[in-house]
């Protein structure tokens, strides 16, 4: 096979790893870089052709692969058009910032036979290696801890998208919950999440995360985050078997430097992206693991009040909906009430607005004064909205309904969302197509 003409998309911290790695293979080759910082492709070797932007390198169609290394916000689009134009891709974790594009590109990877590979650097991690559980010793794992503590500010280059999260897809359950739940998926296979706790900073990003999860034969994972640890980095996992013997691998251990466990690391990926792309393989994962990132947001979305209607009820799928208008304006007097009822049947193509509140009410007849406006929504899943749902936009959640106020019913209810802090809907970056979820206070049957 002749060597893959390689480019690589974003050239930041993480790229130099690639970088080096790429210069010791004898079938890959780099032949194009693309950075929209022009300084960034300055000291690139001669020969490599230099690009701004990613559409003119992927058309130049000198492409056999691609790595993309820019900001979460940005991988599905770059990889998107990548696979279009039948380039194979390897891309940074996360795959997407939401699991609906994760799903799209792997279909289309599908589609297109083209390799989709997502780079997971810990799976490769020597200190992790040596402590797999050998074929016999698997079923006697009792339980897991991942731990991924850092202080964000450390890592954060020139530009800080790390700490917008609308670019890193929320904070450390986005940004590093994919490689912890990755690390799970290769010790217990599959797993779901049970349980799942999450601080955000005053900026809504998520600085801290508990997470509980479980294997289909019982075993049981903790992966705690944090992203305001004081004491430098601490990256490890941890199995315990039933017969009480304890395995831990620090993953830092042995590699002194700052990010200096890198390396080998991602000499590792290369070689899985390498067989990925002669397997013409869709995906390594990077779905599954955005998929407990969004179950992770969901079971920690604020509990808030639930009325015992909720209670007592039994489970029921997710009701979806696309935003058709925002709305940007906030009321201190707006002198809602809330219907004596908590839950509204929705059909496909009825129009509600949304309307977020920070007041702590939730009974029948009750005024409802602060609130700020998110928009018109179009329901393109019927279903049950029950007060307590969470509500997520693009995956992420955003508050729990608090109940309904019927002013303007029979055109539309005003859906009345819990929230800590009052927002509307630029604030959270609604626009006409957003996908905004009601998902069950307990775990959903959506297939
Ligand atoms: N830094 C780490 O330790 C680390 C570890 C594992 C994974 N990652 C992942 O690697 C990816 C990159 O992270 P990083 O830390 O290297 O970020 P970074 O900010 O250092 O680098 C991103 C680069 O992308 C460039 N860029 C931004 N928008 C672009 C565009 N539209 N077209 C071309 N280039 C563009 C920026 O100029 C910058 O050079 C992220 O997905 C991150 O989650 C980072």
């Not at 690589?8 to 970088?19: P, T």
């Not at 990548?82 to 996360?94: M, N």
């Not at 650097?121 to 339980?143: C, F, K």
């Not at 990003?205 to 034969?217: F, Q, V, W, Y």
Request: aromatic share 6%; net charge negative.
């Amino acid at each position: 096979m002749s060597r893959l003409r390689v480019g690589v998309v974003g050239l930041g911290v993480i790229s130099r790893f690639y970088l080096a790695a790429l210069q010791n293979r004898a079938d890959m080759r780099l032949v194009a870089a693309c950075d929209l910082r022009e300084e960034a492709l300055v000291g690139l070797d001669p020969d490599v052709r230099r690009y701004l932007g990613h559409e003119e390198m992927f058309a130049a169609g000198e492409l056999d692969a691609v790595i993309v290394n820019v900001p979460n916000d940005l991988h599905a689009a770059v990889c998107r058009a990548a696979l279009e134009a039948g380039i194979a891709v390897c891309v940074e974790k996360p795959l997407a910032t939401v699991p609906k594009d994760a799903h799209e590109l792997q279909r289309l990877a599908e589609k297109t036979g083209v390799a989709l590979f997502t780079a997971f650097h810990r799976r490769y991690n020597s200190n992790v290696l040596a402590i797999l559980p050998t074929a016999a010793d698997r079923d006697a794992v009792e339980s897991v801890t991942v731990r991924y503590l850092e202080r964000i500010e450390e890592h954060v280059g020139g530009d800080r998208w790390y700490l917008d999260p609308a670019r890193c897809g929320g904070g450390c359950v986005a940004d590093n919950g994919p490689n912890a739940f990755d690390l799970l998926r290769l010790l217990l296979g599959e797993v779901r999440v049970t349980a799942s706790s999450i601080v955000y900073d005053d900026l809504g990003i998520d600085r801290k995360a508990d997470i509980t999860l479980s294997s289909p034969s019982g075993t049981t994972a903790t992966v705690e985050l944090d992203w305001s640890y004081p004491h430098g980095e601490a990256k490890d996992v941890t199995i315990r078997y039933s017969d009480g013997r304890e395995r831990h691998a620090d993953m830092l251990a042995g590699y002194p430097e700052f990010k200096s466990s890198l390396s080998h690391e991602y000499a590792a990926v290369l070689d899985d992206f390498a067989a990925a792309v002669r397997a013409g393989r869709a995906d390594s994962g990077g779905v599954a693991a955005l998929d407990l990132v969004a179950a992770a947001y969901d079971l920690a979305a604020e509990p808030g009040r639930v009325p015992a209607v909720v209670e007592e009820s039994g489970l029921k799928r997710t009701v979806r909906s696309e935003v058709v208008k925002v709305l940007k304006h906030r009321r201190e007097d707006r002198g809602m009430v809330l219907e004596p009822f908590a839950s509204r049947c929705v059909r496909q193509g009825e129009i509600h607005e949304l309307v977020t509140t920070d007041q702590r009410t939730a009974g029948a007849g009750d005024l409802v004064d602060r609130v700020g406006f998110l928009g018109f929504t179009e329901i393109t899943r019927a279903g049950v909205l029950d007060a307590g749902d969470t509500v997520l936009v693009d995956g992420r959640p955003i508050g729990r309904i608090l109940g309904f106020d019927a002013c303007h019913f029979p055109n539309h209810y005003n859906v009345l969302i819990a929230v800590d802090r009052l927002v509307t809907g630029p604030e959270i970056g609604l626009a006409p197509g957003t996908d905004v979820a009601f998902s069950p206070a307990r775990k959903e049957t959506e297939p």
